[in-house]
């Protein structure tokens, strides 16, 4: 059964970086899209990146855009994303998600905190 575990989330001030790293197992990396979602306090979760199966076309929500980079390292099974010039309102609590076909996985997800 497929597994997907975040990490790399924290506590960060206004305007720092952090990068998560999402590991996949069990199942087969190479062939899934790659999705990047959050959920912040009282609110729904959103997609914010996705990256083809290849790494080669990346997308990003508008909150995201110029400030975060997702990309995936087929052969460590690992996606990133890397986020810059982090805001308050990134306060959230961020999800891997692996879609190929039918399947789907979700990670357990990894709180980001944004605060002075």
């Known amino acids: 059964q497929g597994q997907l575990v975040e990490s790399g989330g924290g506590l960060v001030q206004p305007g720092g970086s952090l990068r998560l790293s999402c590991a996949a197992s069990?199942?087969?990396?190479?062939?899934?899209?790659m999705n990047w979602y959050r959920q912040p306090p009282g609110k729904e979760r959103e997609l914010v990146a996705s990256i083809a199966s290849s790494g080669g076309s990346t997308k990003y929500a508008d909150s995201g855009k110029g400030r975060f980079t997702i990309s995936r390292d087929n052969a460590k099974n690992t996606v990133y994303l890397l986020m810059n010039s982090l805001k308050p309102e990134d306060t959230a609590v961020y999800y891997c998600?692996?879609?190929?076909?039918?399947?789907?996985?979700w990670g357990k997800g990894t709180l980001v905190t944004v605060s002075s």
């Open positions: 069990g199942l087969a990396f190479s062939m899934y899209v």
């Open positions: 998600n692996a879609k190929w076909e039918q399947r789907i996985h």
